[in-house]
């Protein structure tokens, strides 16, 4: 399944050489769709607070109910983008 790296801290931000974690690219989406990166550099910079994120903690729980292999499955899922 497509996975992809995230940077805790956007390069753009300054997070360049930073930690990073790795992805499902599905998630991934999600992250960067529901927080700019200023959010994300003031206030989400770590995977418990993105966890703790409303609409991230409503996604992964949605996510997690998916049958096995629906990963794989999702469009536009290849090309995954690194920030
Ligand atoms: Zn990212």
Redesign the pocket.
């Known amino acids: 399944m497509p996975q992809?790296l995230?940077?805790l801290v956007?390069k753009l931000k300054g997070g360049k050489g930073g930690p990073v974690v790795l992805?499902h690219a599905i998630c991934?989406k999600e992250?960067?769709a529901a927080l700019s990166e200023a959010d994300l550099a003031r206030s989400y910079a770590t995977i418990e607070a993105l966890r703790a994120h409303p609409r991230l903690a409503r996604f992964i729980d949605w996510v997690a109910k998916r049958p096995p292999g629906f990963l794989s499955r999702v469009p536009g899922g290849r090309r995954a983008r690194q920030?």
């Open positions: 992809s995230h940077h956007p992805l991934h992250i960067h920030r």
